[in-house]
């Protein structure tokens, strides 16, 4: 049994290094975009509670299982799983895991790249100063008339698979490394400039109480679902972007430490763009739950007010490119590292492959919100009745894929992997043992019993929200 590897994609230059990294895969649209969105369509505090809820005892014992997987592996998630189950005797059939994750990364990117774009966009729109003193209603419009341009949103989608293709062409330490050092920081600064906006607006405990404030009769089955699925999509759990990150980590950094403050800084995060951007939606009389648009029909008339808001936009917009960016390399490195390793093709070659690939699939996300917004393939069925291909691929990945990627990952670290083996890696440094214990049994029975449950439930089999109700009602 080997427990020394090492990557022939190299390491990261120690604990500070992978913690950026991987906070810059957590970190990105899915924070400041898809949060506020997925929050306004589903009614608010209860599904903010349970999305907080399935971080804490869902998401984190997983990333510590995904990060541990990947430091034992050493290789793409697809050769880890099977190294790993061949370790210990398991079936073959575990590497299709990493299959199942490579192709939820390339889905994930496909439409992630269409968004970004948008933000790419965005850029340039607020530093025109087509915002200033923008209304309501003029900001709105100007996204739509943005998002019915399909040559518009294919010539942005492109320059942002470019640039991922670009990081990715150039490797593990190339660049990243040093960009995620600046820009963290420099992200924090501005969302906390932008809160202090939100808070003067008269509206901000509208907000806070919009957000905080639990009303279970607001959310239904399908929003449990769907606050899980976001808990796996923010953390960059279930498809092996943070295993493959864990495999480029050094021997000695303690996993438990580091994927809680990765989870931390990933949820500090999603709420203060929260507690930005509803204290604007109800100043402004706009629809909490609009749907994905709702930050570029939001933002803009923020920075359309402020003083200096041309410069802060510019910058905000600027950075949630970078946010995107740092994370869309993580959506596409394990299909890379797959490519280099079995294929023997060289990372450049490898990144311009994928990158086609997602480049296309990307396609039918932009058409989602143009020509093609009508077609919604699969409305014969009522819960997907008003779903275009854009929100199909996105129930298909973040609820359904990444969910059961990390239940599958979960199963496998308490499970299947040796108790010495888990121990040894969870254990260097400062662990406990109670700690050990509380991680095991939340990655052998909470997790996974979770993910079941509220599959379960969503299917009509077992009526969650009662139980719900029951204890928080
Ligand atoms: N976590 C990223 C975000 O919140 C998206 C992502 C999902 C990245 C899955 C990698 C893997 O934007």
């Known amino acids: 049994m080997s427990t020394s590897r090492t990557s022939m994609h190299g390491e990261w230059s120690g604990r500070f290094a992978f913690i950026l990294a991987a906070t810059g895969s957590a970190v990105g649209l899915g924070n400041i975009w898809k949060f506020p969105y997925i929050t306004g369509e589903n009614g608010g505090g209860a599904f903010v509670l349970v999305y907080l809820i399935c971080i804490a005892c869902i998401g984190i014992p997983i990333m510590m299982a995904e990060v541990m997987l990947g430091r034992r592996g050493r290789q793409s998630p697809i050769n880890t799983m099977r190294d790993l189950a061949e370790e210990v005797g398991a079936s073959k059939h575990w590497k299709y895991l990493g299959w199942a994750g490579v192709i939820a990364g390339l889905l994930i990117l496909s439409y992630y790249s269409v968004i970004a774009g948008w933000a790419l966009a965005y850029v340039f729109r607020t530093a025109s100063g087509v ?45 990243l490394e040093k960009a995620v050092r600046f820009l963290m920081p420099t992200l924090f600064v501005i969302l906390i400039i932008l809160l202090g906006y939100a808070m003067n607006l008269g509206e901000f405990s509208r907000g806070v109480v919009f957000l905080f404030n639990p009303d279970f009769s607001k959310i239904s089955a399908s929003g449990v679902l769907t606050a899980m699925g976001h808990a796996f999509f923010t953390l960059s759990l279930g498809m092996g972007a943070i295993m493959v990150y864990g495999s480029y980590l050094p021997k000695n950094v303690s996993i438990a430490k580091t994927s809680i403050i990765i989870a931390l800084m990933d949820t ?34 923020a920075f359309g007010h402020m003083p200096g808001g041309t410069f802060f936009g510019t910058l905000f917009f600027i950075l949630l490119v970078f946010a995107a960016w740092t994370s869309s390399i993580s959506l596409i490195e394990p299909a890379v590292a797959w490519l280099v390793e ?43 009745e008003n779903s ?29 992997m040796k108790r010495e083996t888990t121990m040894q890696e969870l254990s260097i440094n400062d662990v406990m043992h109670k700690g ?13 019993a979770a993910v079941v449950i509220v599959f379960l439930k969503v299917t009509g089999i077992f009526d969650i929200a009662t139980i719900f109700e029951a204890i928080f009602g």
Do not use: C
């Open 131 to 175: 915002f200033t003193n923008v209304t309501g209603d003029g900001a709105s419009s100007l996204f739509s008339r943005f998002v019915a341009d399909p040559e518009k949103l294919l010539a942005w989608h492109t320059i942002f698979m470019v640039m991922t293709m670009a990081v990715v062409a150039r490797g593990v330490k190339g660049g």
């Open 388 to 416: 275009t291909i854009f929100d199909l691929l996105d129930y298909l990945t973040a609820n359904i894929m990444l969910p059961i990627g990390g239940l599958l990952i979960a199963v496998f670290a308490g499970w299947v």
């Open 436 to 448: 050990y214990r509380a991680w095991q049994i939340l990655v052998r029975y909470v997790a996974p």
């Open 342 to 384: 079995n294929r023997g093709h060289t990372r450049i070659y490898a990144a311009v492959i994928m990158g086609v690939v997602t480049w296309l699939l990307g396609l039918l996300t932009i058409l989602s919100f143009n020509l093609w917004s009508d077609f919604k393939p699969l409305s014969s069925i009522s819960a997907f």
């Open 268 to 301: 500090l995060v999603a709420l203060v763009a929260g507690l930005i951007i509803f204290p604007i939606v109800f100043a402004n009389g706009l629809e909490p739950g609009s749907g994905p648009g709702l930050i570029f029909q939001t933002l803009p008339i």
